[in-house]
């Protein structure tokens, strides 16, 4: 069973939706990363998080460490916005557990 | 801006061939990691280092070997290029936490 999961694994949205990705890890961990991916890209972390709420523009990411629960998301959804999301846990000092991805694709 | 470079974004290789993926971190990191990304199976680690000539092997270290001679830069090695390592590479650096990814590597090996 992986350490990480990932919900929804695909999402559909029309352009000016709330997005909501959900991230549960079933180990003790150091931080959270939320990472995105455009299609044929590299990897852009987003968010890294120990605790409580993180706003970059129109992104939010949540955790809960007691729940061991995180969610991203996008207020006011754009097609720019259609990539692969990836949670990703750190379990040290430096080993990042991965979760499969949620592919996000947005509508105009 | 804090950069991981990679040297080649897209690369065709011959079955048997020595390859050599380069990653150069220009922010004094003491970590950094090679990944490969594959459909289905995600990112999974193939070797990192903690400092100069350091190394440990990750999850999938099995027909990799690396370099670290100097801090700023990590190469992954293919001693004997095969198709089954067709992938995506991904490098990353990282200090005690925070991570920051190169643009990958597309390789393909026929």
């Known amino acids: 069973k992986n350490e990480v999961e990932q919900s929804p694994q695909n999402l559909t949205a029309q352009e000016g939706e709330f997005i909501t990705i959900n991230c549960s890890y079933s180990?003790?961990?150091?931080?959270l990363h939320w990472l995105q991916q455009h299609p044929g890209g590299g990897i852009v972390s987003l968010f890294m998080?120990?605790?409580g709420k993180k706003k970059h523009g129109r992104l939010i990411a949540t955790i809960n460490i007691q729940e061991k629960h995180s969610s991203l998301h996008i207020t006011a959804s754009h097609p720019r916005d259609s990539a692969v999301y990836i949670c990703a846990v750190l379990l040290n000092d430096y080993k990042l557990s991965f979760g499969a991805g949620t592919t996000v694709t947005v509508r105009a | 801006d804090v950069k991981v470079t990679q040297s080649s974004r897209y690369l065709v290789k011959r079955t048997g061939e020595k390859v050599f993926l380069e990653c150069v971190q220009d922010?004094?990191?003491?970590?950094m990691f090679w990944y490969r990304q594959d459909p289905g199976l995600g990112l999974r680690l193939i070797y990192f280092?903690?400092?100069?000539?350091?190394?440990e092997k990750g999850d999938i270290p099995e027909g990799y070997s690396v370099s670290r001679e100097k801090k700023e830069r990590f190469s992954l090695i293919l001693e004997s290029a095969s198709t089954n390592q067709t992938s995506m590479y991904l490098c990353a650096s990282s200090p005690r936490t925070g991570y920051t990814f190169g643009s990958g590597t597309r390789l393909t090996v026929v």
């Open positions: 998080l120990s605790s």
């Open positions: 922010m004094d990191h003491e970590n």
């Open positions: 280092s903690y400092d100069v000539k350091m190394k």
């Open positions: 180990v003790g961990i150091s931080a």
